[in-house]
């Protein structure tokens, strides 16, 4: 079993705040896991961990087999990232953007042409490539920032509440993508606040103050707490901290 993630006592401590709680997660290639918790369980400060952009204060990880303390910049090179917050610049254009990011990830100019044309055509999106990012629908946006996401073909994908806001339909085709990225090998690190989309993963961890509460796949997460759905599996884990 090749693994894509492995986390081994994560902690990271903001003075006497413990915001990451000595957590372990094992995530396989080409897995697609959900990383589940309310807000301030320290999913966020986890991913920060994870990418690169924020050092443990104990515990260790790698990712895309690179550690995250000692290889951060190995491990950026390899990963794509997504969040619902920001991932494209509004006041760029559909084809600026692509250009701007295939730039950072690395990709020279014939690489980066040739692999927006396949991403716009797949899209249907290719009459929009000189339009303003802010221009597009929602839905459209955040499917094209995961393209954009996936651009340099990055063996893990971190998507942080990507589809916040967007309608059902869409954010279905969403996770259609998601899917067709896992088959290709890729693996996908997620996190939702929709228990509908929880159940589209091949397994999840749900986070209760700093802490991984459970793990399993969806159906052994519901097994084991006799609950007919993942929300109700949610609700009961993180009452005790509310």
Aim: with cysteine; charged share 20%.
């Amino acid at each position: 079993m090749t693994l894509a993630i492995e986390v081994r006592d994560l902690t990271r401590r903001f003075g006497d705040f413990t915001a990451v709680d000595a957590i372990s997660v094992e995530v396989r290639a080409g897995e697609v896991f959900g990383f589940l918790g309310a807000n301030g369980a320290g999913k966020t400060t986890a991913i920060r961990m994870l990418i690169g952009l924020l050092a443990p204060t104990s515990g260790s990880a790698r990712v895309a087999g690179f550690d995250v303390l000692t290889q951060s910049e190995d491990v950026r090179r390899n990963i794509g990232y997504m969040s619902q917050r920001f991932s494209l610049y509004d006041d760029l254009t559909v084809s600026e953007n692509i250009t701007l990011y295939g730039g950072i990830y690395g990709l020279d100019d014939a690489t980066i042409s040739a692999r927006m044309d396949a991403m716009l055509q797949t899209l249907d999106l290719a009459s929009a490539r000189r339009s303003m990012v802010r221009s597009l629908p929602l839905g459209w946006k955040q499917k094209l920032a995961f393209s954009v996401a996936m651009l340099h073909r990055p063996r893990v994908v971190f998507l942080d509440e990507p589809t916040g806001g967007v309608d059902p339909i869409t954010r279905r085709q969403f996770w259609e993508m998601i899917y067709a990225a896992a088959a290709e090998g890729t693996t996908v690190f997620a996190t939702t606040h929709y228990m509908d989309e929880a159940e589209y993963c091949d397994r999840l961890s749900i986070m209760v103050d700093g802490r991984i509460a459970a793990m399993g796949t969806p159906g052994e997460l519901k097994a084991a707490y006799n609950a007919p759905s993942l929300d109700e599996v949610f609700v009961r884990l993180a009452r005790p901290a509310a």
